[in-house]
């Protein structure tokens, strides 16, 4: 049983910073590569960030490039992302999972009840 846990989301003002958490189980976490997908209200769910298997391989969504920095913790099975000046419209649900090691900003379909992330104006 794959399980995704989702932490570190709230208000914050515009400009202010997050770090958000996701806790990995079920999977062996070395062998996948990770994301982070985030979904507003009326919106499709849209790629944010991935890491490849060993962390030497990023992909970031041109929206939050240079602002946004995906990370992982092997040895903990958990997979960050540091929210640094954040704007009104990265308000959403951000939710990670795992993603296709040849592909790495493929989701392979199994999702947690994400995190609630609002950037106030």
């Known amino acids: 049983q794959v399980q995704l846990v989702e932490s570190g989301g709230g208000l914050v003002q515009a400009g202010g910073s997050l770090r958000l958490s996701c806790a990995t189980s079920?999977?062996?976490?070395?062998?996948?590569?990770m994301g982070w997908f985030r979904q507003a209200p009326g919106k499709e769910r849209e790629f944010v960030a991935a890491v490849s298997r060993s962390g030497g391989n990023t992909d970031y969504a041109d929206s939050v490039k240079g602002r946004f920095t995906i990370s992982r913790d092997n040895a903990k099975n958990t997979v960050y992302l540091q929210m640094n000046s954040l704007k009104p419209e990265d308000t959403a649900v951000y939710y990670c999972a795992p993603t296709r090691v040849w592909d790495i900003n493929r989701p392979l379909g199994y999702w947690g009840q994400g995190t609630q992330v609002t950037v106030s104006s």
């Open positions: 079920g999977l062996t976490f070395s062998s996948v590569a």
